[in-house]
């Protein structure tokens, strides 16, 4: 891995650490791998299909000092989430820090219908969120809760973004790394909710649902810094006046 921007020179684990640190204890990242036509996933309906190691190893970073990570239900569904752990490494400097084992999993579903026996709900160090609405039936909540989630009513129809970020603040939840899916994106971009955009750019091609409307609602922002690996670009935008 190297950075080309602002100052180039190879990149080891700590650097990329550094490069995706919180400028503050409230901040909202959002992630995206973008294929070069466009695409957020690739022909399985999968984004690891347009991902590389690299860029993985991007997405480890912007979650190792994570207090949650938010994601819609369908990416949920179609990326398969696995329990979320922290790396040995990071979980030592997440105890320094006065921080939670790992990432809260943070999920906005208006069904609040999953498969509850999943690993990413019932063995992620941290009990999952499941951010719902009051009109999820009563059974499928109850399912999370039996699960070991907390289910939290924070819209009737629709979960509030807003809402949502308010909530996990209030639980001392406020670095958050939101991972889509484009759906969720647009909305937390609509809303204003978006500190800092880590899109990668993957050399892959023949991918599905262009990402474009996904950041129709970008703010300007800007360019903090260009990573490069694998034929990816990892570039990290922000708020004008964001760290
Ligand atoms: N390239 C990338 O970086 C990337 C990142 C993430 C995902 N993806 C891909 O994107 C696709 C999924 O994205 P998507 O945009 O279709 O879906 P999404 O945003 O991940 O999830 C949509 C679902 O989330 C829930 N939801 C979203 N906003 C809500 C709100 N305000 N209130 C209540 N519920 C809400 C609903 O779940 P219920 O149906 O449970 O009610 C809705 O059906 C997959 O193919 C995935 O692989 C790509």
Redesign the pocket.
């Known amino acids: 891995m190297r950075q080309l921007l602002p100052d180039p020179g190879d990149l080891d684990e700590p650097d990329l650490l550094a490069r995706y640190g919180w400028p503050g204890p409230e901040w909202v990242r959002a992630?995206?791998?973008?294929g070069l036509d466009g695409g957020?996933?690739g022909p399985d309906?999968?984004?690891r299909s347009?991902s590389s190691p690299a860029d993985r190893a991007v997405l480890a970073a912007t979650r190792a000092r994570a207090d949650a990570v938010l994601?819609?239900?369908?990416?949920?569904r179609?990326?398969d989430y696995a329990a979320m752990r922290a790396r040995p490494s990071h979980a030592v400097e997440r105890q320094a820090a006065g921080q939670r084992a790992a990432p809260v999993l943070a999920v906005?579903?208006?069904?609040?219908?999953f498969d509850w026996a999943a690993a990413r709900f019932t063995a992620s160090e941290e009990p999952p969120l499941v951010l719902?609405?009051g009109a999820a039936a009563g059974p499928d909540r109850a399912a999370a809760a039996a699960a070991g989630c907390e289910v939290l009513v924070v819209?009737e129809q629709?979960?509030?973004?807003a809402r949502a970020v308010a909530t996990l603040r209030q639980r001392g939840l406020g670095r958050v790394t939101c991972?889509?899916?484009?759906?969720?994106?647009r909305?937390m971009l609509a809303a204003d909710l978006v500190d800092e955009l880590d899109l990668t750019l993957a050399p892959a091609v023949g991918g599905?649902?262009p990402?474009v409307a996904?950041l129709a609602g970008l703010a300007a922002m800007r360019l903090a810094h260009v990573l490069e690996a694998d034929g990816c670009l990892f570039t990290r935008y922000v708020r004008p006046g964001g760290a």
Not at 31 to 34: A, D, K
Not at 158 to 161: E, G, K, L, T
Not at 179 to 185: F, I
């Open positions: 992630c995206m791998v973008m957020i996933a309906g999968r984004s347009i994601v819609g239900a369908a990416t949920v179609a990326e906005v579903t208006a069904t609040c219908r719902t609405t819209g629709r979960v509030d973004p991972e889509g899916g484009p759906g969720l994106l909305q599905q649902a990402a996904a």
